[in-house]
């Protein structure tokens, strides 16, 4: 009867036990899985439009800007599914952690062989060995690993903000390469007309050869920069869809908006920067939360210090005899070591990751304070091109009067409009400046600017 009992226990225990269950993978239905991905999935526009509007029953707006695409990123992203995975695993372990250990069975089983005549010569019964943690170790190691999980659900944050700053990075790219092509499709028009009116002097003897030449080889420039723009232009398409995680034909259907590009912050107080850098930054929570996870692991290796408990209640057949024990068992004696080396490894340790905090948040505000520097230089440089181009602006537009006023010539105000394009490319080049450094204070930061941050300016 007792062995039956024994039996039904054993089974049942088994039968909660969790088994495998195998997820094979095939590179060739992954692929074909990532060759499918366009943003016409209606996953990822109740996804897009959620986060966007709170209803996932609104449509996208039809032209995909910073904001959109960051979203698909966060949707699609393999980092992003690495890192939640990662956290994933981390909150398991807090249910490790968690989990009492187990009591053990016991069958002690002897013989005796000159056993007294009359008496059973089998010793046998059945105990449990059920193991008692004191001074709190279970709290302690569940407080570790709860705050190493909450480092790492911060650390989806920190792989959330790398994404969208190299998103940021490559639209910033896609658009100045765009506007680049643009302006200089503008100014080979206007070379071509130079180069065309100074061969026509050239034949009849008003213009010398080097100066035609002079010409044709800043067309020919013209040219290859136009070239290396389109091509730029390829290539952060190529970037953008890397960086969303879908193929590059995902983006041959959208248009892609740069209103972002167009916005210029006039003042920006380093000390407001500073302070959302600090407060802010997944890094450096996800470090504070290492440390704190720290911690507790000393506070756990000082539990350790006092010995566990295992009681251990019984039944023993003895030669005829009914024997019920209750034996205190596993108590190790501290003679030859208190845990100090344990100890003197997670004290030594809480010091290496407080460092790594202080490390983490003085480059934080380096970067806040150089990007806020870079910013305001930037800015400057903007103004006095802007400044450049506008009474560039105002002498082409006199010298479009004497010319249609029979005052000058054509070839006159060609030249006067090709030095207008060029301008216009400086003045280009100086907003994409400002933009690169308004990327470089937002990644310091790990906080997007918006209009309504600061006052601003759209150009």
């Given at each position: 009867m007792k062995i039956t009992v024994v039996s039904y226990l054993i089974v049942?225990?088994?039968?909660?036990?969790?088994?495998?269950?195998?997820?094979?993978?095939?590179?060739?239905?992954?692929?074909?899985?990532?060759?499918?991905?366009?943003?016409?999935?209606?996953?990822?526009?109740r996804y897009v439009t959620s986060h966007l509007h709170g209803d996932a029953g609104r449509r996208v707006p039809s032209r995909w800007d910073l904001t959109t695409l960051t979203l698909a990123a966060f949707y699609f992203s393999p980092e992003l599914d690495v890192?939640?995975?990662?956290?994933?695993?981390?909150?398991?372990?807090?249910?490790?952690?968690?989990?009492?250990?187990?009591?053990?069975?016991?069958?002690?089983?002897?013989?005796?062989?000159?056993?007294?005549?009359?008496?059973?010569?089998?010793?046998?019964?059945l105990g449990l060995d059920i193991p008692i943690e004191t001074a709190g170790k279970r709290g302690y190691r569940v407080a570790q690993a709860q705050q190493l999980s909450n480092a790492a659900r911060l650390n989806i944050g920190n792989v959330?903000?790398?994404?969208?700053?190299?998103?940021?990075?490559?639209?910033?790219?896609?658009?100045?390469?765009?506007?680049?092509?643009q302006i200089l499709e503008q100014q080979i028009t206007i070379q071509q007309q130079i180069v065309a009116m100074l061969d026509k002097r050239l034949t009849l003897g008003a213009a010398s050869a080097p100066e035609a030449n002079q010409a044709h080889i800043a067309l020919a420039q013209n040219r290859v920069d136009l070239a290396k723009a389109q091509q730029q232009?390829?290539?952060?398409?190529?970037?953008?869809?890397?960086?969303?995680?879908?193929?590059?034909?995902?983006?041959?259907?959208?248009?892609?908006?740069?209103?972002?590009?167009?916005?210029?912050?006039?003042?920006?107080?380093?000390?407001?920067?500073?302070?959302?850098?600090i407060l802010n930054r997944a890094d450096l929570l996800a470090a504070l939360s290492k440390y704190e996870a720290s911690q507790a692991?000393?506070?756990?290796?000082?539990?350790?210090?006092?010995?566990?408990?295992?009681i251990g209640p019984g039944y023993t057949f003895d030669a005829g005899a009914h024997k019920f024990l209750l034996p205190v068992s596993g108590i190790s004696l501290p003679l030859f070591?208190?845990?100090?080396?344990?100890?003197?490894?997670?004290?030594?340790?809480?010091?290496?990751?407080?460092a790594r905090v202080n490390a983490v948040q003085a480059q934080a505000i380096n970067d806040t304070e150089r990007a806020t520097q870079n910013y305001h230089a930037a800015l400057g440089n903007l103004q006095l091109a802007e400044s450049l181009l506008s009474a560039q602006q105002r002498q082409l537009q006199a010298m479009q009067k004497t010319f249609n006023a029979g005052e000058t010539d054509r070839l006159t105000l060609?030249?006067?409009?090709?030095?207008?394009?060029i301008n216009t490319l400086a003045r280009q080049d100086a907003l994409v400046q400002v933009q690169g450094s308004i990327g470089q204070l937002e990644d310091a930061m790990q906080r997007p600017l918006s209009l309504s941050d600061f006052p601003a300016v759209v150009e």
């Open positions: 049942v225990l088994l039968s909660s036990c969790a088994s495998f269950e195998p997820e094979p993978i095939s590179p060739a239905d992954t692929i074909a899985a990532y060759e499918a991905r366009t943003l016409d999935n209606p996953d990822l526009q890192a939640r995975a990662k956290a994933a695993t981390d909150q398991a372990a807090v249910q490790t952690a968690g989990q009492r250990p187990n009591p053990s069975l016991q069958f002690p089983l002897a013989y005796t062989t000159n056993a007294k005549a009359g008496e059973s010569p089998y010793t046998y019964g959330a903000w790398q994404v969208r700053s190299r998103l940021r990075s490559h639209m910033l790219n896609l658009y100045a390469a765009m506007r680049k092509a232009t390829q290539d952060e398409r190529a970037q953008i869809a890397a960086t969303i995680g879908v193929p590059v034909a995902a983006l041959a259907k959208i248009q892609i908006s740069f209103d972002a590009f167009e916005h210029v912050y006039p003042a920006i107080p380093a000390n407001d920067a500073r302070r959302q850098a692991a000393l506070q756990l290796e000082i539990a350790r210090q006092y010995p566990d408990i295992h070591n208190q845990n100090q080396g344990p100890i003197a490894e997670a004290s030594a340790r809480r010091k290496e990751v407080a060609a030249l006067a409009q090709h030095t207008f394009y």
